[in-house]
């Protein structure tokens, strides 16, 4: 139901975009989410966009680099990150909220797509 992808290994300072394929049965009047977890720490919110793109939340570590938007017609949520920092290394997961807002807590999500790997080198 949920594929997430674009996932690499990127030089820090440099972009990359995610995306997240869902199908329209799914989540088509939810909110949508992007987290992320490094080995040893619990799973972290990054950003989230309501269901019809209106709003859009970030976790302050990522606010003003990541953009996160979604194509309606293509069933697709991007996460378009920028300046990027080894910090930012982690799996990457998309989520789609029980709502059609974009809460911040992982609980508040109800589909999960399977993880890619963002690794930024210094």
């Known amino acids: 139901q949920l594929q997430a992808s674009g996932g690499g290994l990127v030089q820090a300072g440099g972009p990359l975009t995610l995306s997240c394929a869902v199908s329209?049965?799914?989540?088509?009047?939810?909110?949508m989410g992007w987290f992320r977890r490094v080995p040893g720490k619990e799973r972290e919110f990054v950003a989230g966009?309501?269901?019809?793109?209106?709003?859009?939340m970030y976790s302050e570590s990522v606010k003003g680099r990541f953009t996160i938007s979604r194509d309606r017609a293509k069933d697709t949520v991007y996460l378009r990150m920028s300046s990027l920092k080894p910090e930012d290394t982690a799996v990457y997961y998309c989520?789609?909220?029980?709502?059609?807002?974009?809460?911040?807590?992982?609980?508040?999500?109800?589909?999960w797509g399977h993880g890619t790997h963002v690794t930024v080198s210094s």
């Open positions: 989520a789609v909220s029980r709502t059609s807002h974009s809460p911040t807590k992982d609980s508040q999500h109800n589909y």
């Open positions: 329209r049965r799914t989540a088509s009047n939810n909110g």
């Open positions: 966009i309501s269901w019809n793109g209106a709003s859009t």
